[in-house]
């Protein structure tokens, strides 16, 4: 049926009228006679999806789409449901969505930058009846791969506020690397210890590779690093950045008053100092991705935890990048509610919840459609070598390639059902790879915390203060480019003019209530 439909699909792609989620007079959705299913018109549901790869031209998302809901339709009728599906970069991932919320465009699914700033300003949906009605089998494999316990971290007052992603939730602190570089330099990976084991690496490379960064970041502004320092240090954010426990202390202390965080300013300001990183990664565009491809960067950070020996995503890697790609762990996975937030959220405003459960229920649990988002169309996008393994057709690349979402960092759908690209791992290692990611968050090191939701509902004022003094000084400190001590010094003392206290004082007393009722 599939390699049918297919072919019949390449052979006549039509444009299938849907109708969106407005209101009718009566309140429900809106829906006309259609052919498409001998009934009602499917209910649109408009997907917002980060894309890491390449993105595709418009006709070629459109063509992908028009075959992913002919293979609902005919697979999934009563569901009568089909996606819009809009792909976008992380650079302006954030930007785009807001756009969307602000004008009112449609939006039905997306993936929330802070989960905890969303509760707060009341831009979600509750899903837990549409969950219970139409997403039986999205829980079920949630659960079964990420814990009975996977729900916890979307739950507030009783609700579930989002659905969790299926992948590896635990943070991994990772660095992927130039392989040839740091062979030129006489060390080895068994070298990579921690950040700090870096610095005397990056002074070895600065001489041979004088117009090379050692360290780019995947991110604008180095924004993500101190998360990767979470898990170092086993810290959890309870929620945010504005109080935290560090390891299982049960202390909410300021984070930014910490000697951990001190010597992690330091660091960054020494590489920056040194030409370890770019001069202008403060206000710079240019991704960690760019400069590696371009061979003008060594080494990021990377958070992929769904393999045992991460080889698979090195070779994925080195296909993308063109460069041989190595992968290493620089600390041991760890789970706080935080890191289980990687989450799908329905806006608030949408008109399509129970809409947008049944379109996930089918990509959670149905590998084959989840494959035509991540991969497109066969014989035109990729060509299937194995079961559970593809490679892109003749003479094409990741970069050439019509269409490719591939690289979505498993922030949607079930990430074992990912099929891997042919080259460099063998199917032994593919199928213990996919029985893993069943397994890493249930072998975790696990805060003792997990499970708690600050609600931030009663100091929104607060957090909004919070965040934009935190835009101010926390970035340039994890970019380099300002004095440490001076600058922590007014760093604190607006955190604390922005209400820090108050909110420490709210986790304390939510935290407390919450180990109490345990």
């Known amino acids: 049926m599939k390699k049918l439909l297919s072919v019949l699909t390449a052979l006549s792609l039509g444009i299938t009228m849907l109708t969106g989620c407005g209101s009718t007079s ?50 999934y009728p009563d569901a009568n449901v089909a996606i819009e599906w809009k792909l976008f970069g992380p650079a302006d991932y954030d930007q785009k969505i807001n756009l969307m919320m602000q004008s ?52 507030q007052n009783g609700e579930i506020m989002a659905i969790p992603a299926n992948k590896n939730m635990c943070l991994t602190p990772l660095l992927q690397y130039d392989t040839e570089m740091l062979a030129a330099t006489g060390y ?113 950070y990377a958070s992929y935890g769904s393999k045992n020996d991460y080889a698979e995503f090195a070779t994925m890697l080195t296909t993308r990048f063109g460069r041989d790609i190595g992968v290493k762990a620089i600390a041991d996975s760890y789970l706080t509610t935080d890191f289980a937030s990687a989450t799908l959220g329905i806006p608030s405003t949408s008109k399509c919840v129970d809409a947008a459960i049944k379109l996930l229920d089918i990509i959670y649990t149905d590998e084959f459609a989840y494959n035509i988002l991540l991969w497109g169309m066969e014989g035109t996008d990729y060509v299937k070598v194995t079961e559970n393994t593809v490679n892109y057709p003749e003479g094409l690349t990741a970069d050439t390639v019509p269409y490719c979402a591939y690289m979505t960092m498993g922030e949607f759908g079930t990430e074992a059902y990912c099929w891997n690209l042919e080259q460099g791992t063998s199917e032994e290692a593919k199928a213990a790879n996919r029985e893993y990611a069943k397994t890493v968050n249930l072998n975790a090191n696990l805060s003792p915390y997990y499970g708690f939701r600050f609600d931030g509902s009663g100091v929104k004022n607060e957090l909004t203060a919070l965040n934009n003094v935190y835009e101010q000084y926390a970035y340039p400190l994890m970019c380099g480019s300002v004095d440490v001590d001076s600058t922590l010094e007014e760093f604190n003392k607006a955190l604390e003019a922005a209400g820090l206290q108050t909110v420490m004082d709210a986790k304390r007393e939510q935290l407390d209530a919450w180990l109490a009722s345990k």
């Open 104 to 155: 009112g465009e449609q939006l039905d699914l997306f993936i929330p930058a802070n989960i905890a700033t969303s509760l707060a300003n009341n831009q979600l949906a509750p899903v837990t009846d549409a969950l219970a009605n139409y997403g039986q089998g999205l829980e079920a494999i949630i659960k079964e791969y990420c814990g009975e316990n996977a729900f916890e971290a979307v739950t």
């Open 188 to 300: 080895t990976a068994d070298d990579i210890t921690d950040l700090e084991s870096l610095t005397p690496i990056f002074a070895k490379l600065k001489e041979l590779y004088p117009d090379v960064y050692p360290f780019v970041s995947t991110d604008l502004k180095n924004k993500n690093l101190p998360y990767y320092f979470y898990a170092e240090k086993e810290i959890d954010p309870l929620g945010n950045d504005y109080g935290v426990i560090m390891g299982d202390s049960g202390e909410i202390v300021n984070l930014f008053a910490t000697e951990e965080y001190r010597d992690l300013c330091y660091l960054m300001k020494e590489w920056h100092d040194n030409g370890y990183m770019p001069a202008d990664m403060a206000t710079g565009t240019m991704t960690g991705t760019e400069y590696m491809m371009a061979g003008r960067g060594f080494c990021t």
């Open 26 to 75: 009566s309140g429900g959705s809106n829906t006309a006679t259609g052919e498409q299913t001998g009934g009602a018109e499917p209910t649109k549901v408009v997907f917002a999806m980060k894309s890491f790869n390449v993105i595709p031209d418009s006709a070629n998302t459109e063509r992908v789409q028009q075959y992913f809901n002919d293979y609902v339709a005919e697979n």
